[in-house]
């Protein structure tokens, strides 16, 4: 599951940084603002690919999948963008789950033949 999630969350990272150069171009908002917002979903993005797997990783990831879809207020591509990422999102956890499974289930079937943990396929 961490590593789709992880790709999920860098892919975000990028479309969180050329969203902040569109609402850049936005009269009403402050470049330091933009930037702060941006700035701080971004590190958000990388700090998250560390702790997905802790407990509340997944929730962090899905309020930060909720507050990509909201900014579409300030950037209205961002909707169709944030849902895109949310349905990414909900398939990194659904299918890193099943693929965590299946390495486990794998893991116990070569230990209970008795072959080394390297061959387990």
């Not at 990028?14 to 609402?23: P, R, S, Y």
């Not at 509340?56 to 169709?80: C, D, E, I, K, N």
């Not at 070569?110 to 061959?119: C, D, K, L």
């Amino acid at each position: 599951m961490r590593t789709l999630c992880a790709s999920t969350l860098i892919g975000e990272f990028f479309v969180i940084g050329f969203a902040g150069l569109v609402a850049m171009k936005d009269p009403d908002l402050s470049m330091a603002t933009v930037w702060t917002v941006s700035g701080v979903a971004m590190v958000l993005c990388i700090l998250l690919c560390g702790v997905i797997t802790r407990p509340g990783g997944v929730q962090l990831g899905w309020a930060l999948q909720g507050a990509l879809v909201l900014s579409g207020f300030v950037v209205p591509t961002m909707f169709f963008l944030g849902v895109c990422f949310a349905g990414l999102w909900w398939a990194s956890v659904h299918f890193g789950r099943k693929v965590d499974e299946a390495k486990a289930r794998f893991a116990a079937q070569a230990e209970a033949v008795g072959e080394p943990e390297g061959n387990a396929a």
